[in-house]
């Protein structure tokens, strides 16, 4: 047993073992990412995992997705990492008796638990690890569960992205200055994570095959000013995973030629009546595939050679399932293989000295997180339901005139943000002037804790950076 097993990952695991062995649970129902990427670090990624299969977990985003008129079994946990007041533990619960309720199960008991509930809580889990923390413990808590994360290298959302692995027998900066190559020279940047690993962002690379994005995207998908990235994180000294991120703005109307073109591990029939939510989720998760094209291009120089070896073991997209449960997983592993596999044999579009992998300071990332955060705790009122990433870099932007960081790196504030979790995601339905409906990416500070830290840094002594995790 490794000596991080011996702290929260054991008790986590224990708490969660004892409840599904106790209860006979059929489906665990994560309310939050954080929930999510705690069930993978546990059914993945510990010496001793948790005895739980993906097809038994699902993501609170795709309660609506599921066949809850076909599940075979009757006892769901709805489980949420920690519990502050409750709030959203009931509206997730509510949101799933309702999917029941339209499925005419009325055999099915949902109980709910919480490793950590705060002292004031007005609304209790059934089941709790601590059923009443004090404010310190409850923050104390929180903390241990992201660095718990932060250990293993996840990002708290890659529950909802295709990961490729890369093992280095190379070193780490021909690695990131090859990978440059996917893009302008000025849009890769090199930076400290949270774990104190150096990962990279690649802003906005190469489409290398329009006609297979354009076919990917639903008509009238608009991807200016949008998240479009590929993340590259270490998770030990020779071992990385490779994320491509891609949210366009996406038109929410299903059309019948775009589904005829879709591949055969996405259930279009399923999609002809979907929620705006979910064809987003799905479009995003096309889009981001097409990314990888010109990523693997760039690394066909190191694996050629045998100084990267990339990897695409199936069991890494299982994870998968619990946000896109209609998606036939073997089939998506397959057809990602196929585009890895063409990819290798594209000549990259520039040459080795083309792009290099830019460093960020980290001292003035971290100050310029502080700034960031602390605008979108005090301008609360003016984007309840978070902001987009156009406004979001146009907010770092405006923060960065006093800091100084490479204008061209305030991609990395929101991957350094997300990765404290400080910083989470959402979407938005928007109505355009000509009454269409359009679905973006959102992002808003994380939950009441970090946002009352925060007013109380601001209050005490206005200050300069986040200390926070």
């Known amino acids: 047993m490794t000596m991080g097993e011996i702290g929260i990952e054991r008790e986590l695991c224990f708490f969660i073992g004892n409840l599904l062995e106790r209860g006979e649970i059929d489906l665990i129902v994560c309310s939050e990412r954080k929930a999510t990427a705690i069930m993978r670090a546990l059914i993945e990624d510990i010496d001793r995992p948790l005895l739980w299969k993906w097809e038994r977990v699902l993501s609170s985003l795709a309660i609506d997705q599921f066949d809850w008129a076909s599940f075979a079994g009757n006892k769901v946990l709805m489980f949420d990492e920690l519990v502050h007041h409750g709030t959203t533990l009931n509206d997730h ?35 709790a690890y601590f059923s009443s923390v004090d404010a310190a413990t409850y923050e104390r808590r929180r903390e241990e569960i992201v660095i718990m994360l932060q250990e293993y290298g996840s990002l708290l959302l890659d529950t909802e992205h295709i990961e490729l692995s890369v093992r280095l027998q190379c070193g780490m900066r021909d690695f990131y200055d090859t990978l440059a190559r996917a893009s302008e020279h000025g849009n890769t940047y090199s930076f400290v994570s949270g774990a104190q690993r150096m990962n990279l962002t690649i802003g906005n690379p190469d489409i290398v095959d329009d006609e297979a994005m354009r076919k990917r995207l639903l008509p009238g998908t608009n991807m200016n000013d949008v998240v479009s990235k590929v993340r590259v994180v270490e998770k030990t000294h020779d071992k990385f995973s490779i994320l491509p991120i891609l949210y366009p703005n996406t038109l929410c109307e299903f059309d019948e030629n775009w589904a005829r073109n879709l591949p055969d591990f996405v259930d279009s029939s399923y999609l002809r009546s979907a929620p705006c939510h979910v064809l987003f989720y799905h479009v995003s998760l096309l889009a981001a595939i097409e990314l990888l094209r010109g990523v693997v291009s760039v690394l066909s120089d190191l694996t050629r050679d045998e100084r990267a070896v990339l990897e695409m073991p199936k069991e890494k997209f299982e994870h998968l399932r619990s946000l896109f449960p209609r998606v036939n997983i073997e089939r998506l592993w397959k057809y990602v293989s196929d585009v890895v596999s063409d990819a290798q044999r594209v000549r990259p579009q520039r040459g080795r000295q083309s792009a290099k992998a830019l460093p960020v300071d980290d001292k003035k990332l971290w100050l310029l997180c502080g700034h960031v955060m602390n605008r979108l705790v005090s301008g609360y009122d003016d984007f309840p339901d978070g902001v987009s990433w156009k406004r979001l870099m146009q907010i770092a932007g405006e923060e960065n005139e006093r800091i100084g960081l490479d204008p061209e790196g305030l991609t990395v504030v929101a991957d350094r943000l997300i990765d404290n979790s400080l910083l989470v995601t959402g979407i938005k339905e928007l109505t355009s002037r000509t009454g269409h409906q359009y679905v973006v990416r959102t992002f808003s500070a994380e939950g009441e804790v970090v946002s009352d830290r925060i007013r109380q840094q601001m209050m005490v002594r206005n200050p300069e950076c986040l200390i926070v995790t």
């Open 93 to 127: 619960r509510a949101n799933l008796e309702d999917a029941i309720k339209k499925a005419h199960r009325d055999d099915i008991q949902i109980r709910t638990a919480s490793f950590a509930v705060w002292e004031g809580c007005t609304s209790r889990p059934d089941y």
